[in-house]
């Protein structure tokens, strides 16, 4: 297996080896302090071990329902939000593409459904489930989130409308808490089986337990590859010596990133593969970093795309407020040969016989000059191929840098009090229950 590289020399122009140096201390009591758990939010860091510390007869489990799932429907329909969707969704789109529900063959379509409250969304996923056989998978480590439950209570009726209460019984699989909250106790009443979110697993840490991988042994992806690669990078980043640990020198170069004044990190792609990939990654980081008003604000790019629409901003006002954080591969999931046109009508004729991923590595090559030229430096993470394994990898190695990237910047990585206040506003204004005494006043400042 191949490790993941971290090549920062387009970066020195704006953060030096002495100031990575200097950052280094701070990175290491950082990566100590995850070591030895005992930061902020320690009773949250069951991820750092689950790819060697998991529930095999559950994994076990995972494959055989994945099989049962495969053999049995046409449609399987994923429900969950933030960390309990995201995940799975970028994994899947990554390794078989933006398209896998139009070129899936042998293994169902999935829609992720219930991470909006849309009913537009609902209602286009219940008309195509119209004569195809479907399970559900609800995923929601606190059982009690808004968006997938509406969700569910419509794809459970559209389950029981469809088939026996026995059948449907079968068809319907919950992952969430392992004895508490709403969903567990109707999956114990109704006889639904179901998948453990361990308690020391915050929902955007959750890709490799139950969460993702149900849905990515749905997709026919191979999850012993994906926890191996994950193992090989829990085994690989403990070094407390930067020039021995990429992860930690990323953690402490995008900490230095934004001790200079960087306030946005664009994580950048050339394969639109990856797009859910980015998602994936904004979440984490957000929901992780941003707090007590600090935080480098993730944003994300899929390249050549993007240089046709926010590349001018990025070119010509990026560089007091951002750097980019590039994940490159060597090939691409496939290739293909331009070919020689006679008469060379359209003035490729110099490229004939070239593969069409040449191209978009010159255009890698081309942007990664211009926006350092820019003043926008550039972090560039290469892997050789995009596997299994290599995404396994990836999810380790940013989890990891995440959490030491947190600890270097002072806060507490693993909670999100932030994402509360939405909540309350809206569920006072949807006169819950318990919410009665702030729903006159919201209104009031709404004029409503
Ligand atoms: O990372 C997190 O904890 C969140 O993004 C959650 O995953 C998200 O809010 C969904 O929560 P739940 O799984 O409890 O429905």
């Not at 996923?125 to 004569?131: I, P």
């Not at 040449?358 to 990664?368: D, F, I, M, P, S």
């Not at 030229?373 to 190695?397: C, P, Q, R, T, W």
Request: charged residues 25%; negative net charge; contains cysteine.
């Amino acid at each position: 297996m191949e490790k993941l590289k971290l090549v920062n020399k387009y970066a020195n122009k704006f953060v030096s080896e002495e100031e990575i140096n200097a950052m280094a201390p701070r990175a290491v009591d950082a990566i100590r302090t995850l070591h030895s758990k005992n930061g902020e939010g320690n009773d949250f860091l069951g991820w750092t071990t689950l790819p060697t510390d998991y529930d095999k007869e559950e994994f076990a489990r995972i494959k055989e329902t994945a099989e049962f799932v495969k053999n049995n429907c046409d449609i399987f329909i994923v429900i969950g939000i933030g960390g309990s969707y995201l995940g799975a969704r970028a994994v899947i789109e990554a390794l078989k593409s933006q398209n896998y529900n139009l070129l899936a063959k042998d293994t169902p379509q999935i829609f992720f459904i219930g991470n909006t409250i849309s009913p537009a969304m609902v209602n286009e996923l219940v008309s195509l489930c119209e004569d195809k056989d479907i399970c559900v998978n609800v995923i929601s480590k606190s059982g009690t989130t808004t968006e997938p439950a509406i969700a569910f209570r419509i794809f459970r009726d559209l389950v029981y409308k469809k088939y026996s209460a026995e059948e449907a019984a079968k068809r319907i699989f919950c992952t969430t808490d392992k004895e508490r909250g709403t969903l567990k106790n109707l999956a114990d009443e109704q006889g639904y089986e179901t998948f453990v979110v361990p308690d020391d697993v915050g929902g955007r840490f959750s890709v490799l337990t139950a969460v993702g991988l149900l849905p990515i042994a749905v997709a026919g992806i191979d999850i012993d590859e994906l926890m191996a690669g994950a193992k090989f990078a829990q085994d690989s980043l403990n070094s407390e010596d930067l020039n021995e640990n990429d992860c930690l020198k990323y953690a402490a170069i995008r900490n230095c990133f934004y001790d200079k004044g960087k306030r946005l990190e664009c994580f950048i792609s050339y394969e639109p593969c990856m797009t859910m990939f980015n998602e994936w990654l904004k979440q984490l980081y957000a929901e992780s970093e941003g707090k007590d008003g600090k935080g480098l604000y993730p944003v994300s790019c899929v390249f050549s795309t993007d240089l046709h629409s926010v590349g001018q901003f990025i070119q010509e006002s990026g560089s007091s407020l951002m750097f980019e954080t590039c994940v490159k591969f060597g090939k691409p999931l496939s290739d293909l040969v331009i070919e020689e046109q006679e008469g060379n009508i359209d003035g490729l004729n110099f490229l004939a016989g070239k593969q069409m991923s040449y191209v978009n590595e010159k255009a890698r090559q081309g942007t990664l000059l211009a926006h350092t030229e820019g003043g926008v430096g550039n972090l560039i993470l290469e892997f050789d191929e995009i596997s299994a394994a290599n995404m396994g990898y990836l999810i380790y190695f940013f989890e990891k840098a995440c959490a030491i990237s947190g600890y270097i910047l002072g806060i507490n990585p693993f909670n999100q009090p932030g994402v509360e206040s939405y909540k309350k506003n809206m569920f006072a204004l949807l006169g819950k229950p318990g919410y009665e005494s702030e729903k006159e006043k919201l209104e009031k400042e709404l004029g409503i």
